[in-house]
């Protein structure tokens, strides 16, 4: 069940009560009717969780008003008797919100299912990247997605996805791209990207840890977040809000949202490989960490065709496309030096270029690279 089918279900047909929780609403309500002298009518014969959530809110209400009139002229029996009433009231409130919530983290669960086969079958990361938004909308209900990247300490904001108002994110994106912010703890992203675990934040316009450009044009007032973990790196976080729905975002929203961003890392590494050089070329992948293990002699892959620590970072700076002159000064180490290391990594590569060279590292895969750095590299 993919976009139409799952828009009309989640927009257009709420979910009704069950004929039980209906009946016993239906009985409440002739019963607050007879006691309050006031006819109200047949309830609706299909009743969805915002009708019964108004209809109780409505029998509250007047019950409420009736008891404090009581408490000056009614009988002590008939002030029992409407006290009574207000607690059943009550008690029905709970068991409508309790099934609304088991009905949407159904509804949650069915649209995690959809967004993880989509992903699953992107092909390149531009494309993942699209179908990533669209999903955060069609598939998991939220009002606005934001992706965005973790590159040198700092928070860039890539892509967002703002259906109802596809300008408004253009202009989110331009308040939070101005001036990436540092992830060096003043920032809640900080938390997220050192934990590597999902968040919630709510308050936001007064929340003193929040981004204040994109708060001030997002307008939110909570959102969730979910890092998205690749080779044992943050290299992304995946946001989300229910703006439209005006609902606080929960801790089942922040469930599905972590679940989502490892999805999207596992289909990231598939695509980036697929995709190769090209992606990195055309600014839209992520980087590609490489995992820096501790050193040990007895780790395998320690041959002549392993890439010591130094050719590791050299290797990094190639495949994002840096040029010697830039690897040579983010090392600070001579271009020689950097040319003589790159020609070494084309050998063990058994590369013919540099983008042979990137392509194949790529397809290596974590494994391999995880036992790159032997010891004395």
Not at 8 to 28: F, K, Y
Not at 196 to 225: H, I, Q
Request: proline letters at 5%.
């Amino acid at each position: 069940m993919f976009n139409g089918e799952r828009e009309t279900i989640m927009r257009t047909e709420l979910p009704g009560v069950s004929a039980e929780l209906r009946a016993g609403i239906a009985e409440l309500a002739a019963e607050v009717s007879l006691a309050l002298d006031r006819d109200r009518g047949p309830i609706p014969a299909r009743l969805d969780h915002a009708g019964a959530r108004r209809l109780l809110g409505a029998l509250w209400d007047e019950t409420v008003d009736r008891t404090i009139a009581a408490l000056s002229g009614e009988t002590s029996g008939a002030q029992a008797r409407l006290a009574g009433l207000l607690t059943r009231i009550r008690s029905l409130e709970i068991e409508v919100e309790n099934a609304r919530t088991e009905h949407d983290r159904g509804e949650l669960l069915a649209g995690l299912h959809d967004a993880l086969a989509r992903l699953r079958a992107a092909r390149t990361v531009e494309d993942l990247f699209g179908t990533a938004l669209e999903l955060g909308h069609d598939c998991l209900g939220f009002d606005r997605t934001l992706l965005s990247r973790v590159e040198d300490g700092r928070w860039k904001l890539h892509s967002m996805a703002v259906p109802r108002a596809p300008g408004w994110a253009e202009d989110i994106l331009a308040a939070g791209t101005a001036h990436p912010p540092p992830l060096d703890g003043g920032i809640v992203e900080s938390d997220v990207v050192a934990k590597a675990r999902p968040g919630l934040v709510f308050d936001v316009p007064d929340n003193p840890r929040v981004f204040r450009p994109l708060a001030t044009a997002g307008k939110s007032e909570s959102y969730g977040m979910a890092p998205v973990v690749l080779h044992g790196e943050v290299v992304a976080l995946v946001h989300a809000d229910r703006y439209y729905q005006r609902r606080t975002v929960t801790r089942d929203d922040r469930a599905v949202l972590a679940v989502f961003a490892q999805g999207f890392a596992q289909s990231l590494a598939h695509v980036t490989v697929l995709d190769g050089l090209a992606a990195l070329h055309t600014g839209t992948a992520i980087p590609v960490p490489v995992r820096r293990p501790a050193l040990d002699v007895s780790a395998p892959g320690t041959g002549d065709t392993a890439l010591t620590r130094r050719e590791v970072d050299v290797m990094r700076l190639v495949a994002s496309g840096a040029t010697n002159n830039t690897i040579s000064r983010r090392l600070v180490i001579s271009e020689a030096t950097v040319k003589s290391h790159v020609t070494s990594i084309l050998r063990k590569l058994g590369a013919t270029n540099r983008a042979d060279a990137v392509a194949q590292w790529l397809r290596a895969g974590p494994v391999r690279r995880s036992q790159e750095c032997p010891p004395g590299g």
